[in-house]
């Protein structure tokens, strides 16, 4: 019988608890392969094993953004309809919280910390065999809970900036070009105005990507193993910056998968959803997590 996975609660950043563990390795160590595989193979079988928290992460296989998402599936299949009900309820839950102007979108920002942890908690539950139920959603808001909110905060300052700085650039774009004076005149924007509105756009994605990287695996890391949330932001971004490879293997699967989810009048996302969210549990594990 496979043992459940155990974790360090009280490892931080800095500290090493496995002297025995050979070196990671990363893209500048001339022995690095990226297309290698990873030292966690078969991820979804390994996600009931033993395992060890790697500080600070490591580099593993491209091939392993594919076992993100096959080891995601494993887990939803293991309870679909509770699954498909929290992820209902999670829509739901936003969709009330945009009828709030500002504050609401503030409040979601804030609780991203805390509801991650609810969905890391949740799938880890299912990966060890628990029957999955609505509390595990709300094992944010019962433990480390004030860092957990830090991470929200942070993610909630990072979209202001980024919105400010969109809306200045395109106010300054409009105004220098005669676009806005245009527009009051009930004028059509020109091709000109257009391309710098989309310049811009692109510009606000590009501040977002680093953004979405630092927070990717923060709540499991703060919720796991009680690592400072600032130290957590870090760490995730520079185990997302190594890890770019998987990155883009899985980022381009999810797309082709919501594209899928769409066609049939969108009912597939109630499946592509759950599976983006859990696969955040297994990509944690994938990259923060060795078999003992």
Same mark, same amino acid.
């Given at each position: 019988m496979k043992k459940n996975a155990t974790f360090s609660p009280t490892a931080t950043i800095g500290v090493n608890h496995?002297?025995?563990?050979?070196?990671?390795?990363?893209?500048?160590?001339?022995?690095?392969?990226?297309? %290698?595989?990873?030292?966690?193979?078969?991820?979804?079988?390994?996600?009931?094993?033993?395992?060890?928290?790697?500080?600070?992460? %490591?580099?593993?296989?491209?091939?392993?953004?594919?076992?993100?998402?096959?080891?995601?599936?494993?887990l939803f299949v293991a309870a679909p309809l509770m699954w498909i009900v929290i992820f209902v309820l999670y829509v739901v839950f936003f969709i009330l919280l945009s009828?709030?102007?500002f504050i609401g979108s503030l409040i979601g920002f804030v609780l991203y910390g805390v509801i991650g942890a609810g969905w890391m908690a949740s799938a880890k539950g299912v990966a060890q065999g628990e029957k999955l139920e609505l509390d595990h959603m709300f094992a944010g808001a019962k433990k480390r809970t004030q860092p957990l909110l830090i991470l929200g905060a942070a993610y909630?300052?990072?979209?202001?900036?980024?919105?400010?700085?969109?809306?200045?650039?395109?106010?300054?774009?409009?105004?220098?070009?005669?676009?806005?004076?245009?527009?009051?005149?009930?004028?059509? *924007?020109?091709?000109?105005?257009l391309l710098g509105a989309l310049m811009?756009?692109?510009?606000?994605?590009?501040?977002?990507?680093?953004?979405?990287?630092?927070?990717?695996?923060?709540?499991?890391?703060?919720?796991?193993?009680?690592? *400072? *949330?600032?130290d957590a932001l870090k760490v995730s971004f520079f185990a997302c910056l190594r890890n770019w490879l998987p990155f883009l293997v899985y980022g381009?699967?999810?797309?082709?998968?919501?594209?899928?989810?769409?066609?049939?009048?969108?009912?597939?996302l109630l499946v592509a959803g759950p599976l983006v969210f859990i696969s955040g549990y297994t990509s944690y594990r994938?990259?923060?997590?060795?078999?003992a």
């Open positions: 496995s002297p025995e563990s050979a070196p990671m390795e990363t893209p500048n160590d001339p022995k690095f392969n990226p297309y %290698r595989a990873s030292p966690v193979t078969q991820l979804a079988d390994a996600l009931t094993s033993e395992a060890t928290y790697v500080e600070g992460g %490591r580099t593993v296989a491209a091939g392993e953004g594919l076992e993100w998402l096959t080891a995601a599936w494993k009828f709030v102007p909630a300052v990072g979209m202001l900036l980024i919105s400010l700085f969109m809306i200045a650039a395109l106010a300054i774009g409009f105004v220098g070009s005669g676009t806005l004076s245009n527009l009051m005149a009930g004028q059509l *924007p020109t091709l000109s105005a811009v756009v692109m510009m606000g994605l590009a501040l977002l990507a680093p953004l979405m990287a630092a927070l990717w695996f923060a709540p499991a890391l703060v919720y796991f193993h009680n690592v *400072p *949330p600032l381009i699967l999810v797309m082709m998968m919501m594209v899928i989810a769409i066609i049939p009048f969108g009912l597939g994938s990259v923060f997590a060795e078999a």
